[in-house]
Every structure is written in C-alpha cells, then in structure tokens.
C-alpha cells in the first residue's frame, strides 16, 4: 500500500474564474447550474461519472472517482469571468445559440447573475473580434495588477475559501517564445516596458500564478508552458496544466491513432478538415490565429506514432489539418477525416469518419473536470505542471525535458494512477495478478 498525501479537504466555495465568457464558458455554467437543481451528474464529466478500480480485480472495488478522491462538490462552486463582449452568462449562452432556450429558462436568474469582469483585450491577437467591455488601463503590468485585484474582490465578495482559472477565450495570434519568457524578473520587466511580445492570456496567468490560484489553459496559446510561467508556478507553489481542451477532431485522432499503431498498421496520410460557426471559428478564420491552433492539432500524431522508431510505418505521413468559418454551422462543427492506411504486403485502405460534434458540449465538461483536479493538487501540495491532466488536452505540457504522451488510453491510466498513489492505493499495471 502506498502512503495518501496529505490532501487538505474541500471545505467552503470554490470559485471558478474563466478568462471568456462566451460559448464553452456558458454552456459549462449552464450545464452545472441545471445538474444541481436536477440531482444528476452532468453527462461527459469524468470527474462525476467515471469509476476507478481500487486494488484487484476480483475484489469488484470500483467506486466512483467523484467518491473516491475529496473533490469538490457541485453545490460549493461559485463562477465569474471576464469578458470583452458579453455582460453575464445569461446573455453569452443566449448569444452563443448552443443550448435551447427551454433548457436556459429554468436557470435563467442563476445564469444572469454571473456577471463579467471588464477584460484585458488586445485586438491585435485576436484580429476578428471587437471588444467592447475592456480594461482602461494601457501598462500591461498595471493590467495584471489589475486582474489580481479581481480575483481578490470576486474570492472576498462571494465568499470563496479557493479559486481556479481555466482559459476559456480565443485563440491568440500565433508566436514563437521571446527573451521576455525566459524568467519571470524578464517578464515583469516586460509588462512594464509593455512589450510587444506579451499577450493577453499571459496577463492572466501571471496574474493568477502571483495570486496563488491554479489555472489550466483550455487554448493553444503560448502561456502555461512558458519558461516564466513553469518557473512562477514552481517559486508560488501553484498547479499550472495545458494546453488546448481536446474535444472534437483531436480526440479521434488520440482514440483512432493508438490503435493503428497497436497493430502495426502504416499510415500515409490523414486529411483533416473542420467547419465551424461560432466565435472561435470566426477567430480562427483569421490565418494567424489559425496557425496557432494548427501547430496544436498536428503535433498529435508525430508524438503517438513514433516515425523514428517505425519509419517504414509511420515516416513519411501527410498530415493536413484545415478549418474553415461557416457562419451556418454555429457551434455545431463537423470534423471530417480521410485516413489513408497500409497493412500486410504494403495494400492500401482507408478509413473516413464524418464527426457531427457540438463543440462546447464536449468542452464544458473538460472545463469542470480541470477546475476540479486542478484545485484538488492544489489542495494536495501539488505545484507547477500537472503531466496527469494530459487525458484533456491537445498539446500537454510534460514535466522537464522529456515529450508529452498523446496516446489517450495511457494518458487515462496515467490519470487514474495518480489519483490512486495520492489516495494511498496501489497503480494498476493490469498484469494477470492485477
């Protein structure tokens, strides 16, 4: 038997912030908020449905996780966010279109009493949008400053005993790490000479990190996985975990990808192309803020198939990714994927998968399900990157030098094991004794 952590219980509110309040946001809120006057589990969250086997097979020990590891309840969350167009939840879900108006109704005064925060935007990262509810502030550390303040008012004014942060805003403009990431003295200095090369979400991670709150970011921009950011977290002692919710597409790459692979068949290409409608996919119409979600979907496949080690197998794929605006489709994107495969005696084959997905319903239960472990490490003396929460992510950030694992099955055991060892329980190795 393992020895338990020493984890700090769930007493109190938990609030959970998000930087964009628009359609992932909204849905999750509504989401929760119609599970707690139904007394069901929200569907899609692992954290409320999943079970997790407890010791050997044969002793049918699988409570559920929700049980089993002392997160937090449903009935002790608090939301807020900020946001540069949407005044409260209530209008965000009703702007966005991705749930009915009769599942809204019900929760409506609950929804419109999440009011947001006024954000710090910068139109020049997401060139498609208008923001109109934004910070007056033009130094970027007094912004920071600023997003403190807020949080601290948001955990005084309703009453939280803990916070959290998860990213739920656009996609940035795409760009490469700059001196003013290396440490985090560089980057205070930045924020006050207002550097070019610091954007928004960095803003927001700074601010938390500084705050002592956990934040997850659910985009691909370069924030969490900074050389200060790793370091503030580190110093602070404070949870950070990235980077990109992986929903729709990307999760059929990481459950399709590992079986190729298992049985040793060779892929040549795989063509990926995704309509969407709503807010993100008019963000990401624009080919800077495209690039940077690019670069997150097609490191997916190099890290699951290993081409080094199987080159005649997996050295020469053609991996395309395209996302294409289309107003029609709203929130409701389809992905379609044409995967050209090879197996005995070099034979060509093909799979096609055509995945009519709603984006923010696979979002929003990503969204709780971070928030929730990410405050139970911290709870639990956890700090810096948390490698275990890949299973969420597209491009998970890895502890040190070494390269994340995308493989979603060894992504889930290596999720259950750490709630395991830190509960005092044995790994499951799935052997025969096992």
Avoid at 76 to 93: H, K, M, Q, R, T
Avoid at 395 to 411: C, K, M, N, V, Y
């Amino acid at each position: 038997m393992a020895e338990a952590l020493d984890i700090a219980p769930a007493t109190g509110k938990l609030g959970i912030l998000t930087p964009g309040l628009g359609a992932v946001a909204s849905t999750f809120i509504a989401g929760v908020l119609a599970a707690r006057a139904e007394g069901k589990p929200p569907l899609g969250s692992v954290s409320q449905n999943a079970h997790i086997r407890i010791g050997k097979r044969e002793e049918s020990n699988n409570p559920l996780i929700r049980d089993f590891a002392p997160i937090a309840s449903l009935d002790d969350l608090v939301f807020g966010g900020w946001d540069p167009i949407s005044a409260n939840a209530l209008e965000a879900a009703r702007t966005a279109g991705v749930l009915q108006e009769s599942d809204i109704a019900p929760i409506s005064g609950e929804m419109e009493g999440v009011v947001t925060m006024d954000a710090v935007f910068d139109q020049r990262w997401v060139s498609r949008l208008d923001g109109t509810r934004v910070k007056e502030i033009s130094n970027k550390y007094d912004q920071a400053l600023a997003l403190i303040a807020d949080m601290e008012k948001f955990r005084i004014d309703n009453e939280c005993d803990r916070l959290v942060v998860v990213w739920c805003g656009s996609t940035e403009a795409y760009q490469q790490p700059s001196a003013v990431h290396d440490t985090v003295a560089a980057f205070e200095q930045g924020m006050k000479d207002n550097d070019d090369n610091i954007s928004p979400s960095q803003l927001y991670v700074y601010a938390a990190l500084q705050s002592g709150v956990p934040f997850a970011n659910g985009a691909p921009n370069l924030s969490t996985d900074l050389p200060c950011m790793i370091e503030l977290a580190e110093t602070r002692g404070v949870p950070i975990a990235g980077k990109d919710f992986k929903t729709g597409q990307t999760l059929i790459k990481t459950i399709i990808a590992p079986g190729l692979k298992a049985r040793m068949l060779g892929l040549r290409g795989w063509f990926s192309t995704n309509i969407l409608g709503n807010r993100d996919g008019e963000v990401l119409d624009d080919p800077e803020n495209f690039k940077t979600k690019e670069e997150s979907k097609l490191g997916v496949l190099h890290t699951i198939l290993q081409p080094e080690t199987y080159p005649d197998l997996y050295g020469n794929i053609d991996h395309v990714v395209r996302i294409n605006y289309y107003p029609p489709r709203g929130d409701n994107k389809e992905g379609w994927d044409n995967i050209d495969i090879f197996g005995w005696m070099g034979y060509p084959m093909q799979i096609k998968i055509d995945f009519l997905c709603r984006d923010s319903i696979l979002a929003a239960p990503i969204v709780l399900d971070l928030a929730l472990f990410m405050d139970l490490a911290s709870r639990a003396g956890q700090s810096g990157v948390q490698e275990w929460l890949s299973f969420y992510l597209k491009a998970p950030q890895a502890r040190g030098e070494s390269e994340p694992e995308q493989d979603l099955f060894i992504q889930q055991t290596k999720f259950k094991n750490t709630l395991r060892e830190w509960m005092g329980e044995e790994a499951v190795t799935h052997s025969e004794a096992g």
